[in-house]
């Protein structure tokens, strides 16, 4: 059926240059990829407009008195990119350098990935212009109440279901959840990644770190390289993602040889004990306190110089340029972060035959393990953390695959691969629909 609908859309001119006027840097890096994928797929060029324009963009002002009761004002965001597949879905960032440009971009690769890991939603996104460091517990709440204020006429768990993302876990969630149940009704399914004891799913808390995980586990076996035992990753960002992603590496034998976060980097190149720095960061201590044998403490952006196998960025977007991409020493990257590669520094990593594994697939884990807790509460049933990680790990796989498949058969970049996919996905959904 996908093949005879994509048949009657093909056979006009290739895509061109999309117009790219409005944006800033990271909505147009994502629409480059998502060009590159159509160019490949011949598709015509009418679909691109469509494809890479965001269907609503919210922005409100949040309006919180502080603990010294003073008024402080903040900038939200919630870009609801697709939905021809399913609601609406995606995380919320708490960031002081998120702004509407920024959402847009992972907004839309939500839609990618929901459609790479084959689950019925579409792609959302939401952000908060704060720095989330310089507000009390207290304010958090209320910025996050006021949020669902402004939001829940868009949001829903038939419409749009949001999820935590940088700065936001389940604390966040479970205000999120409140709140909209006190406008709307007892609404569980509005909002995933939410505390276990508050119908949140086992299981979610490690999901993109377990996914990406499965991600690297597949890739190193599908390239012939063998397992993880033994090898060297470094993380940047240690927090949710990348955290729970080293935590597992080093579980399964492999070696992280270094991890960075705001604070700085770590390096040491026999290993670190990634458990022990995990519990002295949750205790509230500084990841560069920490003293280990062998452990050095060096400038955050050494972290992309770093020798290893593999490097798995896990904090912000865009942070491998052209001149980054230049000085990595990996042969590897898998992408926990969202956009954390830029069209310049991809395509020099890809002339320099470091292979990339994309984030619409490597961090799909979050957002699946999200679907599953969504069907939970819809359910109204719970499923066992054993059954919530297989389930993971099936769909890790044999989104794999299938992105491996096409990477080997037309001879495109995995990233190219996964976008040709879940194009493919979209634009099929999108015409059975009507295109309306
Ligand atoms: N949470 C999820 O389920 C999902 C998250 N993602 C993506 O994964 C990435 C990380 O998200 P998540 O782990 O949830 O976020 P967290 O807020 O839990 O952690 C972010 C980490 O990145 C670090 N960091 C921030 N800025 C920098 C910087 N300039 N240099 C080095 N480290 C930095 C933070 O350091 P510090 O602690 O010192 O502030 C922290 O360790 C994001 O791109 C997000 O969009 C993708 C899919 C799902
Ligand atoms: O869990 C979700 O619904 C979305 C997580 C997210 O924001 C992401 O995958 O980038």
């Not at 056979?11 to 061109?16: D, K, R």
């Not at 709307?184 to 505390?195: I, L």
């Not at 770190?209 to 690297?216: E, H, I, P, S």
């Not at 290893?308 to 052209?322: E, Q, S, Y």
Request: some cysteine.
């Amino acid at each position: 059926m996908l093949a005879t609908a994509l048949r009657k859309v093909r056979g006009t001119p290739a895509v061109a240059a999309i117009a790219t006027r409005a944006l800033s840097s990271h909505a147009r890096d994502t629409n480059t990829y998502i060009q590159q994928a159509l160019a490949e797929l011949k598709l015509p060029e009418r679909f691109e407009k469509m494809l890479v324009t965001p269907r609503r963009e919210l922005c409100v002002q949040l309006t919180i008195l502080n603990d010294r009761d003073e008024v402080q004002t903040f900038e939200a965001y919630r870009v609801q990119h697709d939905n021809a597949r399913g609601p609406y879905k995606g995380g919320i960032r708490y960031h002081a350098e998120c702004d509407l440009d920024d959402v847009r971009s992972l907004a839309s690769l939500m839609t990618w990935k929901t459609a790479v890991m084959d689950i019925p939603f579409g792609g959302a996104k939401g952000g908060v212009t704060v720095d989330p460091s310089t507000l009390s517990e207290m304010e958090k709440e209320r910025l996050t109440r006021k949020l669902v204020h402004s939001f829940r006429g868009v949001v829903g768990p038939h419409t749009d279901i949001p999820a935590p993302d940088m700065n936001t876990g389940a604390k966040e969630m479970a205000w999120f959840f409140d709140e909209y149940s006190k406008y709307m009704g007892f609404s569980p399914g509005v909002v995933t990644g939410k505390p276990i004891d508050l119908h949140g799913s086992l299981g979610r808390e490690a999901a993109t770190g377990r996914g990406v995980f499965f991600a690297l586990r597949n890739l190193l076996e599908a390239d012939g390289a063998g397992g993880v035992e033994g090898k060297s990753f470094v993380v940047q960002g240690f927090g949710n993602v990348g955290s729970w992603a080293a935590r597992l590496i080093a579980e399964n034998g492999g070696k992280v040889v270094g991890v960075s976060d705001v604070d700085g980097a770590l390096h040491n190149p026999g290993g670190l004990d990634v458990e022990a720095l995990a519990e002295h960061i949750q205790s509230g201590s500084s990841s560069v306190d920490f003293k280990e044998n062998g452990t050095v403490v060096v400038p955050g952006q050494e972290i992309f110089g770093m020798e290893c196998d593999m490097f798995i960025p896990a904090a912000l977007g865009a942070v491998i340029d052209a001149e980054i991409a230049g000085k990595m020493q990996c042969k590897y990257i898998v992408e926990a972060a969202n956009g954390p590669t830029r069209p310049e520094g991809d395509e020099i990593l890809n002339n320099r035959g470091i292979k990339i594994l994309p984030d619409i697939y490597a961090n799909g884990g979050g957002v699946t393990v999200s679907y599953m807790e969504w069907v939970q509460n819809m359910q109204e049933f719970k499923w066992s953390e054993a059954e919530v990680n297989q389930k993971l790990e099936d769909k890790m796989t044999s989104a794999f695959e299938q992105i491996w498949d096409i990477h080997q058969k037309k001879g495109v970049t995995m990233r190219t691969a996964a976008f040709m996919l879940a194009i493919e996905k979209v634009l099929a959904s999108r015409q059975l629909r009507g295109f309306c």
